[in-house]
T-cell receptor, first 115, second 112 residues
């Protein structure tokens, strides 16, 4: 079975450029999460969706970040304009509805470097 | 703000040694999960504990949830190089899947 699929795996861009990260959750999973991981701050939740609806975006750093989930099989995280401090590994994770203990299935991550 | 503190941050041991890593908080969690993350990959769930005092075993790994559901430990017996990775604990808050607080992890290196 296919797991969570993220693209691109690596992205190097210059400050000020727009970055779009993509995620395909596991089929049948109704919850989708975007996390950011850095050495300093660890794994931080940015936003999560349930049935394609954003439930909590309080972790989104600022207006430069936006996320969408137009359908159950696709989500994007966009950074515009990007800044060097956005450099991190961005993970997408999905979870099946009804799992009370909230098991998360992570993708392999998108490593973003902003120069 | 609920925080999960993991210790030690880094641990380097020889193959065959035993080790314990800890996950502590001043807050009560409804559940506690342990994940292992290998370089270049996403975290993978190892176990979930939900009852205070609960102990779960997964081959050479033993997980315990504190009686007060504020802390947890992971003990590895006879560590192997394949155990190398970043061990993350994550505390569940209530029933919402979005309220999962992650610690910063313990980076374990097992040398052959």
């Amino acid at each position: 079975d296919a797991g969570v699929i993220q693209s691109p795996r690596h992205e190097v861009t210059e400050m000020g450029q727009e970055v779009t990260l993509r995620c395909k959750p596991i089929s049948g999973h109704n919850s989708l999460f975007w996390y950011r991981q850095t050495m300093m701050r660890g794994l931080e939740l940015l936003i999560y969706f349930n049935n394609n609806v954003p439930i909590d975006d309080s972790g989104m750093p600022e207006d430069r970040f936006s996320a969408k989930m137009p359908n159950a099989s696709f989500s994007t995280l966009k950074i515009q304009p990007s800044e060097p401090r956005d450099s991190a590994v961005y993970f997408c994770a999905s979870s099946p509805t009804g799992v009370s203990t909230g098991e998360l299935f992570f993708g392999e991550g998108s490593r973003l470097t902003v120069l | 703000t609920q925080l999960l503190e993991q210790s030690p941050q880094f641990l380097s041991i020889q193959e065959g040694e035993n080790l314990t890593v800890y996950c502590n908080s001043s807050s009560v969690f409804s559940s506690l999960q342990w994940y292992r993350q290998e370089p270049g990959e996403g975290p993978v769930l190892l176990v979930t504990v939900v009852t205070g005092g609960e102990v779960k075993k997964l081959k050479r790994l033993t997980f315990q949830f504190g009686d007060a559901r504020k802390d947890s430990s992971l003990h590895i017996t006879a560590a192997q190089p394949g155990d190398t990775g970043l061990y993350l604990c994550a505390g569940g808050v209530g029933g919402s899947q979005g309220n999962l607080i992650f610690g910063k992890g313990t980076k374990l290196s097992v040398k052959p």
